[in-house]
């Protein structure tokens, strides 16, 4: 017997198509297994696909909508109707056929192979990661107004060149103008660094005249990690100032920094 492979690819900009690999789906007639960056010890951790998605949530339910069609035999029929879309953030390529004796047992070994070979896994959080700081500093520094709140993993749907795509953010707040805050790592390798600006950019770029944000803003909140200012990052710095307010989530004024930014008061410390 034999069984039909699947790379389960994430696109962040449908227009650039420049996809990340983030899963794989080993099928035979209409069932099988699967296994997703994020997925551990039977559950899914958010904070390890940082970077790797832009919404952790939206793809919880995507594992979540592709689990149920393995589970009910509709799996196949999924793939087709979507392969018939075009634009979308996530996408399931049929790569092959694979001879095996069709047990759940053998498809769990195949796909754990192929997720190590093509994939691999992010790695455990780090506790003093960017998104740590970013939402210490957003969730438990600044006091704001009982009927305002950060929103995490926005995103607005806009058309560009008369095709739909999806520009989102990492919070939004709503007060008298729209703020939208953004996370980048400015230790990232040179490369990854360029295609993290240029998104940034991007996105900024085609919402600050979007008709449905209201007087909008942008901070980025950008990190170090352990490595010193190079040349190259403090020149990835200064092009996003040019649109954007920039904040150290590592330096002790950030959360005086950003609450000025909001228009909102720090909370007392204990």
């Given at each position: 017997?034999?069984?039909?492979?699947?790379?389960?690819?994430?696109?962040?900009?449908?227009?650039?198509?420049?996809?990340?690999?983030?899963?794989?789906?080993?099928?035979?007639?209409?069932?099988?297994?699967?296994?997703?960056?994020?997925?551990?010890?039977?559950?899914?951790?958010g904070?390890?696909?940082?970077?790797?998605?832009?919404?952790?949530?939206?793809?919880?339910?995507?594992?979540?909508?592709?689990?149920?069609?393995?589970?009910?035999?509709?799996f196949?029929?999924?793939?087709?109707?979507?392969?018939?879309?075009?634009?979308?953030?996530?996408?399931?390529?049929f790569?092959?056929?694979?001879g095996?004796?069709?047990?759940?047992?053998?498809?769990k070994a195949?796909?754990?192979?192929?997720?190590?070979?093509?994939?691999?896994?992010?790695?455990?959080?780090?506790?003093?990661?960017?998104?740590?700081?970013?939402?210490?500093?957003?969730?438990?520094?600044?006091?704001?107004?009982?009927?305002?709140?950060?929103?995490?993993?926005?995103s607005?749907?806009?058309?560009?060149?008369?095709?739909?795509h999806?520009?989102?953010?990492?919070?939004?707040?709503e007060?008298?103008?729209?703020t939208?805050?953004?996370?980048?790592s400015?230790?990232?390798?040179?490369?990854?660094l360029?295609?993290s600006?240029?998104?940034?950019?991007?996105?900024?770029?085609?919402?600050?005249?979007?008709?449905?944000?209201r007087?909008?803003?942008f901070?980025?909140?950008?990190?170090?990690?352990?490595?010193?200012?190079?040349?190259?990052a403090?020149?990835?710095?200064?092009?996003?100032?040019?649109?954007?307010?920039?904040?150290?989530?590592?330096?002790?004024?950030?959360?005086?920094?950003v609450?000025?930014?909001?228009?909102?008061?720090?909370?007392q410390?204990?």
């Amino acid at each position: 017997m034999t069984a039909n492979w699947y790379l389960v690819k994430y696109v962040p900009d449908p227009f650039r198509d420049e996809p990340k690999n983030i899963g794989v789906v080993v099928e035979s007639e209409g069932r099988g297994v699967m296994r997703f960056v994020g997925q551990r010890n039977g559950g899914f951790d958010g904070r390890r696909v940082r970077g790797v998605v832009r919404s952790p949530r939206t793809l919880k339910a995507w594992i979540e909508y592709v689990e149920y069609h393995l589970s009910s035999g509709t799996f196949m029929e999924q793939v087709q109707r979507l392969s018939s879309r075009s634009g979308q953030n996530y996408r399931i390529d049929f790569r092959g056929t694979i001879g095996q004796s069709g047990s759940a047992t053998e498809m769990k070994a195949i796909a754990d192979d192929l997720f190590t070979e093509l994939i691999g896994d992010p790695g455990p959080p780090g506790t003093q990661s960017i998104d740590d700081l970013a939402n210490e500093l957003l969730f438990h520094r600044l006091r704001f107004p009982a009927d305002r709140h950060v929103e995490r993993d926005v995103s607005y749907r806009v058309r560009l060149r008369g095709e739909p795509h999806e520009l989102g953010f990492d919070y939004r707040y709503e007060s008298d103008r729209t703020t939208l805050l953004d996370k980048i790592s400015l230790s990232a390798p040179e490369k990854t660094l360029r295609k993290s600006v240029h998104d940034l950019m991007f996105r900024i770029e085609h919402i600050r005249d979007y008709k449905e944000v209201r007087h909008p803003s942008f901070v980025t909140l950008y990190d170090l990690g352990k490595s010193r200012m190079s040349d190259q990052a403090e020149g990835h710095l200064r092009v996003i100032e040019r649109y954007s307010h920039t904040v150290d989530v590592r330096s002790e004024g950030a959360a005086e920094d950003v609450a000025d930014k909001l228009g909102v008061p720090l909370l007392q410390s204990a």
